[in-house]
């Protein structure tokens, strides 16, 4: 994951008490290498008391404008999201990786389509950009998002998505949900089974809808996957993005003591060493000084997503890879166990 470019700050927009918009100025020559899909994110890469981080943001701009944005909502006791909320000024520069992601919208100028969106806080920053690229190059199609927060002073883009919609009255439709105050014309609570039946039985219940796309906490996007299901949608049609994971940890074997050896192919390049099973195969590429890609390290992101060609591992959780990319031999890097005592990873061939 050698290819991160210095980008500088154009701008950066205070969203929220707790939200900055951080606008990258990308030069001419970098414009092939920075195009992007709606949905997708960037990968940032800065030192922080010389010690360096990676932090994963999606996109909130639109691919036409030419414009790279990411939003970044501050948590407590985090790192880079403090840097970005507090310290973070126009004309500073960071190394930025090209987008990446599959959580994408692929804009159709022929469609004639209904798109569906449920997002909880800064789940709403990749959605953002799928909801203006749809506005503006499908002309015939439509856009319901359920957005949920706490209070209207904490939505990110609340006065934007209320000019869009004014801007287009007959294809944006907006429910705000908030759990912490009661405002007219919204919903009160959080995105459970009541408010999401209301939405797919009674105020659209004679919508052809075309995809649903969900993204925030993994509690929400369980509970909103699992009412969309008991209503008949088909997998294929829901996609999703994890923000933050709640996903129990499973249980590693205990006689995972011994060591592997493993061989690591990453940017043509092909490396082997020996390791220990208790440590995962980005710990153990990273130790060796590997440039393997990686970003949240918390199995939420796909950055580090490699292929085993042989041998065997284990994960210790997984929100992200299906059954089937399972069956293929893909892996979460960050979170693989090596089981067998050799094993092959290919992080080029995924």
Request: charged letters at 25%; glycine letters at 6%.
């Amino acid at each position: 994951m050698s290819d991160f470019h210095k980008l500088h700050i154009t701008d950066i927009t205070r969203e929220t008490p707790h939200a900055v918009s951080i606008t990258f100025d990308v030069p001419t020559l970098l414009q092939d290498t920075f195009s992007f899909i709606p949905g997708q994110y960037i990968t940032i890469k800065t030192k922080v008391d010389e010690k360096e981080i990676r932090r994963a943001y999606s996109i909130c701009s639109t691919p036409h404008s030419t414009i790279l944005k990411v939003t970044v909502k501050e948590i407590s006791g985090g790192t880079f999201s403090v840097i970005a909320n507090t310290t973070l000024k126009k004309g500073d520069t960071l190394e930025v990786h090209p987008p990446e992601g599959n959580f994408i919208l692929t804009p159709n100028s022929e469609a004639t389509n209904t798109y569906t969106a449920f997002v909880a806080g800064s789940g709403i920053t990749p959605v953002m950009s799928m909801i203006k690229t749809v506005l503006e190059t499908e002309p015939n199609s439509r856009f319901i998002l359920v957005y949920g927060n706490k209070t209207p002073k904490e939505t990110i883009f609340h006065k934007e998505l209320l000019e869009l919609q004014h801007q287009y009255t007959d294809r944006l439709f907006l429910e705000f949900v908030y759990s912490q105050s009661q405002e007219d014309n919204t919903h009160f609570g959080r995105i459970e089974k009541p408010i999401i039946n209301y939405i797919l039985k009674n105020k659209y219940k004679d919508t052809s809808f075309k995809a649903f796309y969900l993204c925030g906490p993994e509690e929400m996007i369980n509970t909103v996957t699992s009412v969309l299901e008991e209503n008949g949608i088909g997998k294929d049609a829901i996609h999703f993005e994890l923000f933050t994971s709640s996903s129990t940890e499973a249980e590693i074997d205990a006689n995972l003591k011994g060591k592997s050896n493993i061989t690591i192919l990453v940017d043509d390049e092909e490396f082997s060493f020996i390791m220990d099973q208790k440590k995962t195969i980005l710990d153990a590429a990273l130790q060796k000084d590997i440039d393997a890609p990686y970003s949240c390290q918390g199995g939420v992101c796909s950055s580090c997503i490699c292929k085993i060609t042989e041998g065997t591992a284990v994960m210790e959780k997984n929100s992200i890879l299906t059954d089937g990319e399972i069956a293929e031999g893909l892996v979460l890097a960050c979170q693989a166990h090596p089981t067998s005592t050799s094993i092959k990873v290919d992080f080029d061939d995924v």
